[in-house]
């Protein structure tokens, strides 16, 4: 079965500075994807970043990319020059061959003014 | 095209009434799928609809919930003789096929007491 873990349940990082939010999982599939959403506090899920396994390039949205490592099983989220609004929380998720989502525990982002 | 709605957006019932509510996905996806997410966690697979077909169910998906999309348009997930622990988020998503991402509804918040 997969899985999927983040390990930070809180962060907090200072406006306008760059944090990394760490994200590991298991499968044994080989084709599949990633993504990070985001959950402001009362809001509704938005997705923030796509990753497909077989592309080796590591995907970037804006002040958002990822560091996809494949053999690791890993796939961090760096966001760049935080915003008060990045503050939220956000969850890693793979994509099943079925389609369904599987969802870290979340990690709670803090954007210090 | 406004994206993913749900409704209601906040229900409150007793225990042992039957609840149903509604997600309407954005017109051109043809996969919907259901999750519930309690406080501070990620959200769960329930189940998913590739158009009228209903092809995956959690175990999550005691036989007191039941979930249709008839007509391949809006789907319906009903929760009879409610449980304190039914108490969660109950979120929708549809899925662009092509490009395997999810869009989220804003939930619904069930409340049983």
Redesign the interface.
């Given at each position: 079965a997969q899985t999927v873990t983040q390990s930070q349940p809180e962060m907090s990082v200072q406006e306008a500075e760059t944090v990394t939010l760490s994200c590991t999982y298991d499968t044994s599939e080989n084709n599949y994807y990633l993504f990070w959403y985001k959950q402001p506090p009362s809001r509704q899920m938005i997705l923030v970043i796509r990753q497909e396994a077989y592309k080796q390039q590591n995907a970037t949205e804006n002040r958002f990319s990822v560091n996809f490592q494949k053999a690791a099983k890993s796939f961090s989220l760096k966001i760049s020059d935080s915003q008060l609004g990045d503050t939220a929380m956000y969850f890693c998720a793979f994509r099943s061959h079925t389609g369904k989502l599987i969802f870290g525990q979340g990690t709670t982002l803090q954007v210090k003014p | 095209d406004t994206g993913v709605s749900q409704n209601p957006r906040h229900k409150i019932t007793k225990r042992g009434q039957n609840v149903t509510f509604r997600c309407d996905p954005i017109s051109e996806h043809n996969?919907l799928?259901w999750?519930r997410q309690t406080l501070?966690?990620?959200?769960?697979?329930l189940t998913?609809f590739q158009n009228e077909a209903q092809?995956?169910k959690?175990r999550l998906l005691s036989d007191r919930f039941s979930a249709e999309r008839p007509k391949g348009s809006f789907s319906t997930l009903e929760i009879q003789r409610t449980e304190q622990g039914d108490s969660a988020m109950y979120?929708c998503?549809s899925?662009d096929t092509r490009?395997?991402?999810?869009?989220?509804?804003?939930?619904t918040r069930l409340t049983v007491t």
């Amino acid at each position: 079965a997969q899985t999927v873990t983040q390990s930070q349940p809180e962060m907090s990082v200072q406006e306008a500075e760059t944090v990394t939010l760490s994200c590991t999982y298991d499968t044994s599939e080989n084709n599949y994807y990633l993504f990070w959403y985001k959950q402001p506090p009362s809001r509704q899920m938005i997705l923030v970043i796509r990753q497909e396994a077989y592309k080796q390039q590591n995907a970037t949205e804006n002040r958002f990319s990822v560091n996809f490592q494949k053999a690791a099983k890993s796939f961090s989220l760096k966001i760049s020059d935080s915003q008060l609004g990045d503050t939220a929380m956000y969850f890693c998720a793979f994509r099943s061959h079925t389609g369904k989502l599987i969802f870290g525990q979340g990690t709670t982002l803090q954007v210090k003014p | 095209d406004t994206g993913v709605s749900q409704n209601p957006r906040h229900k409150i019932t007793k225990r042992g009434q039957n609840v149903t509510f509604r997600c309407d996905p954005i017109s051109e996806h043809n996969r919907l799928y259901w999750y519930r997410q309690t406080l501070g966690q990620g959200p769960e697979f329930l189940t998913y609809f590739q158009n009228e077909a209903q092809l995956e169910k959690s175990r999550l998906l005691s036989d007191r919930f039941s979930a249709e999309r008839p007509k391949g348009s809006f789907s319906t997930l009903e929760i009879q003789r409610t449980e304190q622990g039914d108490s969660a988020m109950y979120l929708c998503a549809s899925e662009d096929t092509r490009g395997h991402e999810q869009y989220f509804g804003p939930g619904t918040r069930l409340t049983v007491t």
